[in-house]
């Protein structure tokens, strides 16, 4: 099952209790800052609760490297390789989507839309999560 969780800036949305994201923007490498009240799985990676950064890698031939940092920029968690999704009506607001995995498995994020994009970044992470 897919959740969808829209975020904006220093205002919480959710449609999980235990995951309330808190997000802000920043245009060309689409820098959005991410709060997360509980752990998420990224792909090679299960994020504790935190402040993370998600933005794109400064590599103008693929614009679908996604690097998560902490909340400071001091430390990479992870470079990856998305791919492209795709929705109809951009939003005003950064959109994360969540997806449930296995009992006891937390929740990983299955895209990333950075606002007023109709193209997004669709996280693929390990086929465990259905196990």
């Given at each position: 099952?897919?959740?969808?969780?829209?975020?904006?800036?220093?205002?919480?949305?959710?449609?999980?209790?235990?995951?309330?994201?808190?997000?802000?923007?920043?245009?060309?490498?689409?820098?959005?800052?991410?709060?997360?009240?509980?752990?998420?799985?990224?792909?090679?990676?299960?994020?504790?609760?935190?402040?993370y950064?998600?933005?794109?890698?400064n590599?103008?031939?693929?614009?679908?490297?996604?690097?998560?940092?902490?909340?400071?920029?001091?430390?990479?968690?992870?470079?990856?390789?998305?791919?492209?999704?795709?929705?109809?009506k951009?939003?005003?607001?950064?959109?994360?989507?969540?997806?449930?995995?296995?009992?006891?498995?937390?929740?990983?994020?299955?895209?990333?839309?950075?606002?007023?994009?109709?193209?997004?970044?669709?996280?693929?992470?390990?086929?465990?999560?259905?196990?």
């Amino acid at each position: 099952m897919n959740k969808l969780i829209k975020i904006a800036a220093f205002t919480t949305v959710g449609a999980v209790a235990m995951m309330l994201p808190q997000a802000k923007a920043d245009a060309w490498d689409q820098k959005t800052v991410v709060t997360f009240s509980g752990p998420v799985e990224i792909p090679g990676r299960v994020l504790s609760a935190g402040t993370y950064v998600f933005k794109l890698a400064n590599i103008v031939s693929d614009r679908n490297i996604v690097q998560v940092f902490n909340k400071d920029e001091t430390r990479l968690y992870s470079t990856f390789l998305a791919r492209p999704d795709y929705r109809l009506k951009p939003s005003e607001k950064p959109i994360i989507t969540l997806e449930e995995g296995a009992a006891g498995v937390p929740e990983a994020l299955k895209a990333w839309f950075y606002p007023g994009d109709n193209y997004g970044h669709e996280f693929v992470t390990s086929a465990r999560r259905h196990q």
